[in-house]
């Protein structure tokens, strides 16, 4: 599991906030879980590596010799 340590703040229409939030709601999931998904989906989809525990291999970065 990754650690959460840092916060992303933006900004968006409060309408679209509302229905966000109602959204999750109902498919039981928070804003923040939906919200970590798009962004590993995005880094993913992009070919982005990243570790998920600074030290330990995953397998989303490459193994080094």
């Known amino acids: 599991m990754e650690k959460k340590t840092a916060r992303l703040t ?3 229409d409060p309408h679209k906030k509302r229905a966000f939030e109602q959204l999750c709601a109902a498919q039981d999931l928070t804003p ?6 798009l ?6 989809d992009h070919g982005v590596e990243y570790e998920t525990r600074p030290g330990l291999a995953s397998r989303d970065t490459p193994e080094r010799e």
């Open 32 to 37: 923040s879980q939906v919200v970590r998904q």
């Open 39 to 44: 962004i590993r989906d995005y880094l993913r």
């Open 10 to 12: 933006l900004l968006i």
